[in-house]
């Protein structure tokens, strides 16, 4: 079983970016990746994710335009580039893995997460 460590959170401006990554310890070429992202007070909500052959790159309708979820299988490591980030962006944010390759939004398809990293929207 893969396991899963995001990095490149932390604190930016409203309108900024940053770029979330996401290593896994083994193969992930056959495995569907999401991103999903948690705010105090909420439930763990779909972001982004992506199928294992790279395509099938769907967003939640709140991120679209402003985010893109990537893959290097050669490095087993999924990005997510956030752009024109909003104050409602803070989270934390999580990766997951799906062994089955879809690309799905629910939580419940993805058996491995990550711990997550904060990411912090200031105005």
């Known amino acids: 079983q893969v396991q899963l460590v995001e990095s490149g959170g932390g604190l930016v401006q409203a309108g900024g970016s940053l770029r979330l990554s996401c290593a896994a310890s083994?193969?992930?070429?056959?495995?569907?990746m999401g991103w999903f992202r948690q705010a105090p007070g909420t439930e763990r909500e779909f972001v982004a994710a992506?199928?294992?052959?790279?395509?099938?790159?769907n967003y939640a309708d709140s991120v679209k335009a402003r985010f893109t979820i990537s893959r290097d299988n050669a490095k087993n490591t999924i990005y997510l580039q956030m752009n024109s980030l909003k104050l409602e962006d803070t989270a934390v944010y999580y990766c997951?893995?799906?062994?089955w390759g879809r690309g799905a939004q629910r939580a419940n398809d993805y058996e491995t997460w990550g711990q997550g990293t904060q990411v912090t929207v200031s105005s």
């Open positions: 997951a893995a799906d062994r």
């Open positions: 083994g193969i992930i070429g056959r495995y569907g």
């Open positions: 992506i199928g294992w052959s790279g395509g099938s790159a």
